[in-house]
């Protein structure tokens, strides 16, 4: 009990981290603060799989990954990343704009949004960069 309360003010506290880091555009923050997001939520996995499959968590769909996980000729090493931490990252570049983006309507012509997807998708592709270079999984 004392343990799951710890997790749950890390995993807040990392949230928290994150915007901080999204405010202050910086990646190389933000891919550290995933692998924090990454660690909090995969530190039971003990698989040293080399071909890693990162997952972004829904709570249907999981368990068909989990029994995957468990058979044995299973040559992948799912690793969970939280949803909140890619929302967070949308919000900063997506809160100060009427963009009218849901999950089922994700183009738009106006000229601000475009540039938006612009900001992140570079953003994300630096962050990538950052990952992959602090990645100890």
């Known amino acids: 009990m004392f343990l799951k309360r710890i997790k749950k003010i890390t995993i807040k506290l990392n949230e928290i981290f994150l915007s901080t880091a999204c405010k202050l555009n910086s990646p190389s923050l933000c891919a550290f603060f995933w692998q924090i997001d990454l660690f909090l939520i995969n530190f039971k996995n003990t698989s040293n799989l080399k071909k890693k499959i990162l997952v972004l968590y829904k709570s249907f769909g999981s ?54 997807k612009k900001k992140y998708r570079k953003f994300y592709f630096y962050q990538s960069k950052k990952y992959l270079c602090l990645q100890s999984y």
């Open 63 to 116: 368990i068909d990954l989990d029994s995957l996980r468990n058979n044995e000729n299973n040559e992948y090493n799912f690793l969970y990343l939280s949803r909140k931490s890619i929302k967070i990252i949308f919000s900063s570049f997506f809160s100060n704009i009427d963009h009218g983006l849901t999950d089922d309507i994700y183009y738009s012509k106006n000229t601000s949004v475009i540039e938006a």
